[in-house]
């Protein structure tokens, strides 16, 4: 999640509605400009007793993030407390319960992400060999309880914690105990962003499937492939989901806009600090009717961190944001960008893509997305196949938009690569949850510890 720093002091007050689509057309950039923004998270845990360090600890969170200045990171603060570091390579940022985030900079080619990707975990390795300290990419904590996991001090994520029960029943779940990979996209205008949010929103089910790497809960098989995927579907109704406008034909920025002002609220940031808002209405804070701050009217930052503060399957700022896919291993970070770049990136991809699944109904749709946290690959799509046959299709046509991109590396490798650990599961027809899962009814013997030696970093 985002993290603010600073209030700006000329940040222009939201005089007029046309004013809140403007992040949305500020993100328009030509195709020679768009750029892959990946984030990554990962479980930090001692490597003595598995336990999750807390912020203060010795060698707990603070100081592992302090512990990054060695390669060039500087701190941010939030109220005295270091809350993340920036660098070259974009922000390490934490997570409620401690999970370790690197928001990663814009990038132009699928290497330079690896390379961003592999540079973030050698550091951080680094640092943990010297501090007792290991890195699990999982989607969600195999073993651990919620009263097991530290709260890490970040004002929004107080008031986000507070509000969660109100709304759902899994929500402190998905603050503390997931991980996530994501990628940010671009688009050219208002037309190519709807064709890739519909792309995005209609195969985000597949991705999830792909990625699925969740399948325990405090040492036992929890019933599903993703549960993290499952956490999302009872976490806030408001401000997550598959939204349907998305595939209306007269489906813009305005839409999504008007979307927005319906997500209740979270928070207002000002002086340095964070005001609870939450469940309280953006329209009233453009009316000056906001019971926390009576008279006084939103600035686009405001809103700004209101866009942050949506769940979507797809999610929109000044960029388009995938995110269906668990946490896991180095491979599989640099696999979720190469398979939404080779879709999203080339058009004749986007359009092969779109025609695979422009026939589905919404109620199919969300179907799909309702069976894949539990099915994976086996879910049904609506032509009777499963999910892993349309796999084996949309993975050949990602794999020829990279290669029609034609980036190539210094040993005059295309970006086509990236892809073979999703070919590996889709050959097998079992996603790495259902792969963990026969290791643990075999050779692991109902001995969930064992994933510290096969997923840690």
Request: proline share 6%.
């Amino acid at each position: 999640m985002s993290t603010r720093q600073v209030s700006s002091t000329d940040d222009p007050v939201i005089e007029n509605l046309s004013q809140l689509v403007e992040p949305m057309v500020k993100g328009e950039k030509p195709k020679d400009s768009w750029r892959i923004g990946t984030e990554h998270e990962k479980f930090v845990y001692c490597t003595t007793d598995h336990h999750a360090p807390s912020y203060d600890e010795p060698g707990g969170i603070k100081d592992l993030l302090l512990a990054t200045q060695e390669f060039g990171w500087e701190p941010v603060h939030e109220n005295g407390n270091v809350i993340a570091m920036t660098g070259s390579d974009g922000a390490i940022s934490l997570e409620p319960a401690g999970q370790l985030e690197l928001s990663g900079a814009p990038l132009e080619n699928l290497h330079e992400t690896c390379n961003e990707t592999g540079r973030h975990l050698q550091q951080v390795k680094a640092i943990g060999e010297k501090t007792g300290k290991g890195f699990l990419g999982m989607g969600m904590w195999p073993d651990k309880t919620r009263a097991e996991l530290p709260t890490m001090p970040k004002g929004r994520y107080k008031i986000m914690k507070n509000h969660m029960p109100r709304v759902g029943t899994l929500g402190l779940d998905m603050m503390l105990r997931t991980c996530t990979i994501q990628v940010n996209l671009d688009y050219a205008n208002e037309a190519d962003m709807a064709q890739k949010f519909r792309v995005g929103l209609a195969l985000q089910p597949l991705a999830t499937a792909l990625f699925a790497n969740s399948p325990f809960t405090e040492n036992k098989p929890n019933g599903y492939q993703s549960f993290r995927s499952h956490i999302w579907s009872d976490t806030d109704p408001h401000r997550t989901g598959m939204l349907p406008f998305v595939f209306d034909e007269d489906f813009g920025y305005q839409r999504y806009a008007e979307y927005m002002l319906d997500v209740p609220m979270y928070f207002i940031f000002r002086d340095g600090k964070y005001i609870d808002a939450a469940g309280l209405s953006f329209r009233d804070f453009l009316d000056g009717n906001l019971s926390v701050l009576p008279g006084e009217k939103p600035t686009l930052s405001d809103w700004n961190d209101h866009l942050s503060t949506a769940f979507p399957e797809v999610r929109l700022k000044s960029f388009l944001e995938m995110r269906g896919a668990d946490g896991g291993p180095w491979n599989r970070i640099c696999a979720l960008p190469a398979f939404w770049v080779g879709l999203l990136y080339d058009q004749t991809a986007l359009d092969a893509a779109w025609d695979r699944v422009k026939g589905w109904s919404m109620e199919e749709r969300e179907e799909l997305r309702n069976a894949v946290p539990a099915l994976g690959l086996d879910t049904p799509i609506p032509n009777g196949e499963k999910l892993n046959d349309l796999a084996a299709e949309i993975l050949e046509i990602s794999s020829a938009g990279l290669t029609a991109r034609n980036r190539l590396n210094v040993s005059g490798d295309n970006e086509s690569g990236f892809l073979d650990p999703l070919r590996e599961v889709v050959a097998k027809g079992k996603s790495p949850a259902a792969q963990l899962l026969d290791r643990y009814h075999g050779e692991w013997n109902g001995d969930v510890s064992k994933i510290y030696d096969e997923m840690s970093f």
